[in-house]
């Protein structure tokens, strides 16, 4: 994944309790096919923002899951594969950050983030535990490069049975907590353009300067649109081992936001062998600052183990 991926977004789920009845024996195909405005901004040389992740068939390539349905459950096996224009599956990816292929989960309401690295098998279809206890909708985001391929990142609906608890989005805040760890966010983000953002780590009031590389990078940002789901993955300025990038408090990103609102916004950190999930709403508008330094976010991040399974 790279820094230039375009924020994406999300559209809230359901707004009641519900359950979903499974139909046996029917699946939800892949969504069909669409034009891609990356892809023809490309080719005519202009500068997009497009989001990524909003199809599930971009530029030859489909994420199609074997279940796009099941039950509410601790963990629960996800299969899938990517197949290219011939509907065959791919079984070459170009490595990215240690993986061939980061794989994002999120409940459209936001309450529910795991970022994961499914295992590929030798026929091209890739597995994953999945924590799935909190029913609803959710979106799975599959990002990777096909060999030979431009950086995809495609998106696909799962849905889980069980009783669903819709929460609403947490209000704006410039600092957010994970376990004893405070997070801070400071800069602004303009529609349009790059734009700076530092997120600072601090544990019991103090700076955290020993944060461990974890996929090669000091953190991964995940930040999803709240409109839409549309997605962003980038990874900070500089990476571990150059000589020049400090292992903290602060980590630096470069962040363009396709358009004004709000977005949710997921920090992976690790410390002391744990990686760990800070989480943010921010609200980007034209000329005003990313957040409000006077407001605090009392909602707590996850927690997650070295391997990326969210807890």
């Known amino acids: 994944m790279n820094a230039s991926t375009k924020f994406g ?8 309790v519900f359950g979903i009845a499974l ?7 892949p969504e069909p096919a669409a034009h891609d405005s990356t892809a023809h901004a490309a080719d005519q040389g202009e ?9 599930a068939t971009d530029r030859g390539y489909t994420l199609r899951l074997d279940t796009a349905q099941t039950t ?6 996800l299969r899938f594969t990517i197949l290219d224009r011939a509907g065959k599956p791919v079984t070459r990816y170009v490595r990215s950050h240690d993986k061939d ?12 983030f795991q970022h994961v690295h499914p295992v590929l098998d030798g026929n091209g279809t890739w597995s994953v535990p999945l924590d799935l206890t909190r029913a609803g909708d959710y979106r799975v985001f599959a990002d990777f490069t096909p060999e030979g391929g431009d950086n995809l990142t495609l998106g ?15 209000a704006p805040a410039s600092t957010t907590t994970v376990g004893d760890y405070t997070v801070t966010l400071e800069g602004a983000v303009v529609p349009g353009r790059a734009s700076q953002v530092r997120l600072s780590v601090s544990r019991a009031g103090k700076p955290v300067t020993d944060l461990q590389p974890y996929l090669g990078a000091y953190g991964h940002l995940v930040a999803l649109r709240a409109a839409d789901l ?3 993955h980038v990874h900070p300025e500089g990476h571990p081992g150059d000589g020049v990038t400090a292992p903290g408090p602060g ?6 936001a396709p358009s004004a609102g709000d977005y949710r916004l997921f920090l992976d950190f690790q410390h002391e062998g744990v990686v760990r999930t800070a989480e943010f709403t921010l609200t980007v508008a034209p000329g005003t600052p990313a957040v409000d330094a006077s407001t605090h976010n009392e909602h707590t991040g996850q927690q997650q183990a070295p391997d990326g399974h969210a807890h």
């Open 23 to 29: 139909a046996a024996g029917s699946l939800i195909g």
């Open 101 to 112: 292929l980061h794989l994002i989960v999120v409940r459209r309401d936001m309450a529910a």
């Open 156 to 170: 696909a609906d799962l849905r889980v049975a069980g009783v669903y608890d819709p929460q609403k989005l947490p």
């Open 251 to 256: 980590i630096t990103f470069a962040v363009t």
């Open 47 to 55: 500068p997009n923002s497009s989001p990524g992740g909003m199809m």
């Open 230 to 232: 549309g997605y962003l």
């Open 72 to 77: 509410a459950a601790a963990n629960v096996p």
């Open 9 to 16: 977004g999300f559209a809230l789920g359901l707004a009641a």
